[in-house]
């Protein structure tokens, strides 16, 4: 009897980890649709491939900044008012789940026209980058690393910051714990930890079923399914946090230590679950 209970219980849960998986594992057509072209924005536009620095194959939107328009031509003075011989600011744009480089292309189009250039990333699994499965922003920390690398690569000297949404914003704060090339981060609605994701959805699905159910996917019928949803995509984070290595207080970018010599910022302040 004993043993029929187990078998029941690691069905149950092993069933739990493949449906919910499938929040952060294959190719999903909302990651690798494109948009937006930077044409639509009148920018500038070379199309790159780099590597994240644990191997995965990236590509990205290198979009160089304006360098003078008609008011400043002439007069020694970049659109941002700085001296021309500095170099150019880099800004490394990294999108969130459920987007790619496409979906950031607004930002870039205002940071291009005062003179900063700009990297316009596709994380891994999204867009026309390689890999098939997403974590909670830890690895693709090294694909932020990669964009730092190529940008060097470029014999581009000037300050790199990152500007990431959601959690790329996540992925922004490990990669500059882990780069002292990055100067500066835009961390935009990051989340403190993956499981303050899933109780902020789990409530939503209890409280806000339309809202719920747009989180959960289309499969989620119901405020029980969703949360059964929402539980085994839990299982399926620990369970990849494990396979890596890694552990669960590692994907906490609160509990990174600022580098010698830099303040550490309090990350709770405007920081959302979604």
Known sequence: MVVIILLVVVGVFGAGGY???????GNKSEWRKMVHSPAEYNLSSETVALQSTDGIPLK????????????TRGAGVTQAGTPESLPAVNVILVHGRDM??????SRAAFLV????????????????????YITPGYREAFDVMGGVAHIRSRGE?????VLGYSYGAVAALHAAAECPEINAVISDSPFITPDDVLKNVAH??????????????????????????LRATGL???????????????????????????PQ???????RAL
């Not at 449906?19 to 594992?25: E, F, H, L, R, T």
């Not at 790619?100 to 292309?105: F, K, P, T, Y």
């Not at 026209?113 to 098939?132: K, Q, T, W």
């Not at 499969?219 to 949803?229: E, F, G, Y």
Request: net charge neutral; hydrophobic share 30%; aromatic share 4%.
């Open 204 to 229: 939503r699905c209890k409280t806000r079923p339309e809202e719920g159910q747009r989180n959960c996917g289309s499969k989620a019928h119901s405020r029980s399914v969703c949360a059964l949803h």
């Open 19 to 25: 449906v919910g998986s499938d929040q952060a594992i």
């Open 100 to 105: 790619n480089r496409s979906g950031m292309l």
């Open 60 to 71: 990205a939107w290198w979009l160089p900044a304006q360098q003078e328009d008609a008011g």
């Open 236 to 262: 399926a984070c620990a369970a990849a946090e494990c396979a890596h290595h890694v552990p669960r207080d590692a994907v906490h970018p609160q509990r990174f230590p600022a580098r010698a010599g830099e």
């Open 265 to 271: 910022h309090d990350l709770q302040r405007g920081a």
């Open 113 to 132: 026209r005062h003179n900063y250039n700009v990297l316009d990333l596709d994380l891994r699994a999204h867009g026309e980058s390689g890999g098939n």
């Open 157 to 161: 000297h000037g300050p790199i910051v």
